[in-house]
Nanobody
């Protein structure tokens, strides 16, 4: 089992940047592919980005491609989400998740462990 804790959320103006971090503890971090999801009020949880165990494969949702970048540091047991050019529609609670299966998953049900989330609010 792995325990995930997100940090780095906050309030930012449109056009600004934030970097989210997700620290993992428990089992060996590089046994897990990692993903970021977000959920806005009244909406379903949606995929943002995912990264393979080694970091060699990355996927980003169309809505964030070119603005957000997922990365990981296996030596630090941490996955990151660099968010640039933020828009008000990026406002949501952001969750990191870990997937025990190999490969890179883009749907929430494929992930096995979840953090508690961190709030990102983008003002216009």
């Amino acid at each position: 089992q792995v325990h995930l804790v997100e940090s780095g959320g906050g309030l930012v103006q449109a056009g600004g940047s934030l970097r989210l971090s997700c620290a993992a503890s428990g089992r060996t971090f590089n046994n897990y592919a990692m993903g970021w999801f977000r959920q806005a009020p009244g909406k379903e949880r949606e995929f943002v980005a995912a990264i393979s165990r080694s970091g060699g494969i990355r996927y980003h949702a169309v809505s964030v491609k070119g603005r957000f970048t997922i990365s990981r540091d296996n030596a630090k047991n941490t996955v990151y989400l660099q968010m640039n050019s933020l828009k008000p529609e990026d406002t949501a609670v952001y969750y990191c998740a870990a997937d025990e299966d190999p490969g890179v998953a883009g749907t929430a049900h494929e992930y096995d462990y979840w953090g508690q989330g961190t709030q990102v609010t983008v003002s216009s």
